[in-house]
């Protein structure tokens, strides 16, 4: 009988175990999707920062060399005719720099257009309205040099 008592006991104990240990499996199967899930959101979220970082960085390019071209009209309107030659070496030292700064405009466009589907609408809205105003800014940047051009031209 003791015999008896003490199996019954070893056996529920061992189910008691068993089933503890499938409950904390499940449990730690819920915490690892759980910090799945916000492993992918803070993901996205990076790549959201990223992105309108690198936008904000672009147009800060664009003005400071917006201002660099309207010191160059300044001086010409300033100097005349004895700051040309001076003006055509900057001019074109800028015109590097904008074609630079063009590239970096056409592929940070491309990735805000490709990202559609990666951020919310929110998100996304926002990066494109950033966007639309980086293009604005190099819009007036490449007429600024136009006007140069014509001046030194």
């Known amino acids: 009988m003791k015999k008896s008592i003490f199996l019954l006991l070893i056996s529920c104990m061992s189910f008691c175990a068993t089933r ?5 499996v499940d449990s730690l199967q819920v915490v690892i999707d759980s ?3 916000k492993v992918a959101n803070l993901e996205q979220e990076l790549a959201f920062l990223k992105i309108d970082a690198e936008i904000n960085d672009l147009d800060t390019e ?3 060399r917006s201002i660099e071209v309207s010191n160059i009209l300044t001086n010409l309107y300033i100097g005349g005719s004895s700051a ?5 070496e900057l001019y074109k030292a800028l015109q590097g720099n904008i074609k630079y700064i ?5 592929s940070l466009q491309e990735r805000v257009s490709s990202s559609e589907d990666s951020f919310s609408a929110f998100k996304y809205v926002s990066l494109s ?3 639309i105003g980086v293009l604005q800014s190099y819009s ?7 006007i140069i051009e014509d001046a030194l031209y």
């Open 102 to 106: 063009k590239d970096k405009v056409d």
């Open 84 to 88: 040309i030659s001076q003006m055509r």
């Open 140 to 146: 007036n940047l490449e007429e600024r040099m136009s």
């Open 62 to 64: 664009i003005s400071i």
């Open 129 to 131: 309205l950033n966007m």
């Open 20 to 24: 503890a240990a499938a409950q904390s």
């Open 35 to 37: 910090l799945s899930v």
